[in-house]
């Protein structure tokens, strides 16, 4: 259970469960109060990770060469990505768990006045069920031409973070 943050509410719950059965009331409710505080913690750690701002930071990602490689091999294949990096966002919440950011930089053309259906079209390909992030916690920003060098995309130039 100390392992694992998605482990330890079942746990819990079988303690629990075990100790109510042998009438230890008192030991089993420590168990009930300790996923109650759990759950809490897992509802302060996903709204940590639902949104970026411009107060979080970011470090290299600690991914596997093989994964980054493969990262790029698949970004390459949109050609509406002009720049893209790929950083670890530093969590507060069950840090054991990383969560990953991925920044993409479009390509609009010149003459180019509705970038609307290129970002679908690149929100639809990071986000299919087969894409190379499905294993991982992570998270999409599309960041606009006019946006480029502005703080937040300052923020997401890390060391080794552009793939």
Avoid at 23 to 38: D, I, P, T, V
Avoid at 85 to 92: E, G, N
Avoid at 145 to 162: A, D, E, G, T
Wanted: with cysteine; glycine share 4%.
């Amino acid at each position: 259970m100390a392992k694992d943050p998605n482990a330890f509410l079942p746990g819990c719950r079988l303690i629990y469960n075990f100790l109510q059965s042998q009438g230890k009331e008192k030991e089993a409710s420590h168990y009930l109060q300790r996923a109650k505080h759990h759950n809490g913690l897992l509802a302060l750690a996903a709204q940590e990770r639902s949104s970026i701002t411009k107060n979080d930071k970011f470090v290299e990602n600690d991914l596997p060469l093989e994964f980054i490689e493969s990262l790029q091999k698949q970004i390459a294949d949109l050609r509406d990505i002009r720049k893209a990096y790929f950083v670890k966002r530093v969590v507060q919440y069950f840090p054991e768990m990383p969560a990953y950011v991925l920044a993409v930089s479009p390509y609009y053309s010149f003459l180019e006045f509705s970038p609307d259906g290129k970002d679908g079209k690149i929100l639809a390909y990071l986000t299919q069920e087969k894409y190379f992030l499905r294993n991982v916690m992570w998270r999409y920003l599309i960041i606009p031409n006019w946006l480029n060098f502005s703080v937040l995309l300052i923020q997401f130039i890390v060391k080794n973070s552009r793939i």
